[in-house]
């Protein structure tokens, strides 16, 4: 693609900007400039005549851009005048004549060192009128078409600042954009400055008769241009020239009839003058006025300086351009590529990468932490959930070789007592048997004596119900079942385990004391565990006092309570235990006895502790030792959850 100079949003305002900057000056600073200038030698006065009124925009441009240029480079005070001939709505010359007697009026009391021709109307009237109006004053021109300073050799050693308005090159650059259009329709206005361009446009694009079919829209009132520009086939090319005033002899602003018609067309819109940029208009070929306007304040400073005149003239002309309108390309779909080299391209909407590239970077690197950090809280999120199930699994796998453990526990200590249990067993078993014998011999007596026959029957269910209890805490202990979570008397408890081991105490001469608080709260947990920790404690005493004297051989069951616990002593008077025995008594397959696989506290240690309590050893002031347990007390809202 050619070069193509892209320029952003800060073209829209010139306009505005320079409506009301150069407004502004236009009515406070004539007036000023008359009441420095009286009476003072040192200044240099400049009287712009311009030939349209003082609100059209070209005007307003040029005019702001004399003003800044010439006050700030100048050598000496400048007071700039501005006066406006109207002759879009006046043009008779009776009007003309009472503006020269009005001019001429307004400067008689002050030299005039420079008077610049705003327009072709403005120099025509100043050319017939100079003699009478400014006699000694240098005249220059701006904004004057170079084809009419090209046509009037009276204006050949006059200076000025000339503009090339050629509608053949902004046809040339309608062309590049629309190669395959083959209509063109040209918008002129209905005044004489119209008709005349509308002149100049025929003799101008009459080579282009046999390319297009050329239609002119010319002295329409308003109302039917709008109507036609609708009808205006899709794909041909609109240009505008000039349009201060319609058919009905309504005068108007060219610039705000061609939004209307820019707003309507049915094809792209072009035109010829910059004041039309930005306006609706795709493009252009022209000169600026602020070109235009720095142009004239640089000549006119020359001839200020003492530059001769006809020395001056032969250099001055603004550039031009081609000028686009992004927008407007961008409705009509216009392929940016097809343009000339050198155009200029404004109005182009940014992208937001291009508006705020920091923010967009700021913020895609914002996203792309935050992106990263959490996948990499995922991630570690992932990876703890397969810890955690992992955890779990080695939890329940270690649970369940606890369980195992601890049965097999239960089930070696039952074998421990399994001489005691036979004798204990064998008890009610000789009762039941004595019994049916004497109620046999009862039976054969006669009379039968039935009420000792019922005794003797009553009797042997009794000590039946009695070896059935004894088998039921041995079946509980061996059995194989899930620990369950229920409310428990801990006295009751004991009370078992004491029933249980009482035979083989008794063979071993061991006595049990029995301490127990009548006022234990309940506890939660598991009855067969609970009971397996307390056999392994009361086996553990008793084997600990195999050695000491009878006498000695006595163990203390105690339970108590506190406001958060209930806790269960089990004391002996065996041979006691070391400090380095106290520190590795609950370790596993630590033992102090032969034969003894130190399994037995380990694993009460892990079911304690399974229960969210605790247990410990301590040493006797006098001898033996004291093993302690402590559990909590169930909550109510445990207790009634269990109940429900």
Not at 605 to 633: C, K, M, Y
């Amino acid at each position: 693609m050619s070069e193509v100079k892209l320029r952003g949003w800060a073209s829209p305002f010139r306009f505005f900007a320079a409506a009301s900057a150069s407004l502004t000056l236009c009515l406070s600073l004539p007036s000023l400039g008359v009441a420095q200038s009286v009476g003072t030698a040192n200044v240099k006065n400049v009287v712009v005549v311009y030939s349209y009124e003082s609100v059209l925009p070209a005007n307003v441009i040029v005019d702001r851009m004399l003003r800044e240029n010439m006050r700030v480079a100048a050598e000496c005070q400048i007071e700039i005048y501005s006066e406006y001939l109207d002759t879009a709505r006046f043009s008779s010359a009776g009007h003309l004549d009472r503006s020269m007697a009005h001019l001429k009026e307004k400067y008689s009391d002050r030299s005039v060192d420079l008077l610049i021709a705003g327009g072709i109307p403005a120099l025509d009237f100043l050319l017939s009128r100079r003699d009478s109006l400014f006699p000694d004053s240098p005249l220059m021109y701006c904004c004057i078409d170079s084809k009419r300073v090209e046509a009037d050799k009276s204006l050949a050693n006059l200076p000025g600042v000339q503009m090339r308005v050629d509608p053949v090159s902004t046809l040339e650059l309608a062309k590049a954009l629309q190669p395959d259009a083959n209509r063109l329709f040209v918008i002129t206005g209905d005044s004489n400055r119209d008709h005349s361009w509308k002149m100049q446009a025929q003799d101008r694009l009459s080579a282009y008769q046999r390319e297009f079919q050329i239609e002119y829209l010319s002295g329409l009132p308003l109302e039917e241009l709008l109507q036609r520009v609708r009808q205006i086939p899709a794909g041909a090319i609109v240009l505008f020239l000039l349009y201060m005033q319609d058919g009905d002899g309504h005068h108007l602003f060219s610039p705000e009839v061609l939004q209307q018609v820019a707003e309507r067309s049915a094809a792209p819109v072009y035109g010829v003058y910059n004041t039309y940029h930005g306006n609706g208009i795709v493009g252009g070929n022209f000169a600026t006025f602020e070109d235009l306007g720095k142009e004239t304040a640089e000549l006119g400073l020359q001839i200020l300086n003492g530059t001769d005149p006809i020395e001056a003239s032969a250099f001055k002309q603004a550039p031009v351009h081609n000028y686009l309108d992004w927008r407007q390309m961008q409705r009509w779909g216009l392929d940016q590529s097809r343009l000339p080299s050198g155009s200029v391209v404004d109005f182009r909407q940014l992208s937001a990468w291009e508006r705020y590239p920091g923010r967009i970077v700021a913020a895609i690197t914002i996203i792309v932490f935050q992106t990263a950090m959490i996948f990499v809280l995922v991630l570690q999120i992932r990876q703890r959930r397969i810890a955690e199930q992992s955890r779990l699994a080695s939890q329940h796998i270690v649970q369940r070789q606890r369980d195992e453990l601890a049965r097999v526990n239960r089930v070696t200590t039952v074998g421990e007592l399994s001489t005691s249990i036979a004798h204990e067993v064998n008890q009610p078993l000789d009762a039941i048997v004595t019994n049916a014998q004497a109620a046999m011999r009862l039976l054969r007596q006669s009379p039968t004596d039935t009420e000792e026959v019922a005794a003797a029957l009553h009797d042997i269910a009794n000590e039946g119900n009695r070896a059935a209890g004894i088998l039921n805490r041995v079946r509980s202990l061996a059995r194989k079942e899930q620990p369950i979570s229920e409310p428990l008397e801990l006295n009751e408890g004991v009370r078992d385990v004491l029933r249980l081991a009482a035979p083989d105490a008794q063979n071993r001469g061991v006595v049990i004391h029995q301490e127990f608080d009548d006022a234990l709260p309940s506890i939660m947990g598991d009855q067969i565990e609970i009971q397996q920790v307390i056999l392994n404690l009361l086996m553990n005493a008793a084997q600990a006092m195999q050695d000491v004297h009878p006498e000695s051989r006595q163990i203390t069951v105690r339970t108590t309570h506190d406001a958060r616990f209930v806790q269960l002593t089990v004391e002996d008077g065996g041979v006691g235990l070391a400090d380095d025995q106290l520190r590795r008594i609950f370790e596993p397959f630590y033992t102090t006895r032969p034969g003894g696989i130190g399994m037995g506290l380990s694993i009460s240690q892990s079911i304690i502790q399974s229960h969210g309590g605790e247990i410990w050893a301590t040493q006797n002031a006098d001898r033996g030792a004291t093993f302690h347990v402590r559990l909590p007390i169930a909550s109510s809202d445990a207790l009634n959850l269990t109940n429900v």
